[in-house]
Nanobody, 113 residues
């Protein structure tokens, strides 16, 4: 049972990245999924969440209108499309199986010129 994130990297302000989180070892389609982010010395912040069928989503105010969460249950993958990135989006991004202690290892996003 695991979650593996990918897609992080260094991007200039205003740029875009798409994060992926591949799930294995459990029935992915029966769980909501979340994306969190964390900066050093701070608690993890919920960025976005998606329901089992993708019909319901949630976004933190700080990313609303810029980030989009989606999922492909056939591929057991949840995505976070990040557009119009800002330096304050710099963080380690983690996916989580909703309501459980299952986390991925994280992927670093750095927004800098």
């Amino acid at each position: 049972v695991q979650l593996v994130e990918s897609g992080g990297g260094l991007v200039q302000p205003g740029g875009s990245l798409r994060l992926s989180c591949a799930a294995s070892g459990f029935t992915f389609s029966t769980y909501g999924m979340n994306w969190y982010r964390q900066t050093p010395g701070n608690e993890r912040e919920l960025v976005a969440a998606i329901s089992t069928d993708g019909g319901t989503t949630y976004y933190a105010d700080s990313v609303k209108g810029r980030f989009t969460i989606s999922r492909d249950n056939a591929k057991n993958t949840v995505y976070l499309q990040m557009n119009s990135l800002k330096p304050e989006d710099t963080a380690a991004y983690y996916c989580q199986r909703s309501g459980t202690g299952l986390w991925g290892q994280g992927t670093q996003v750095t927004v800098s010129s």
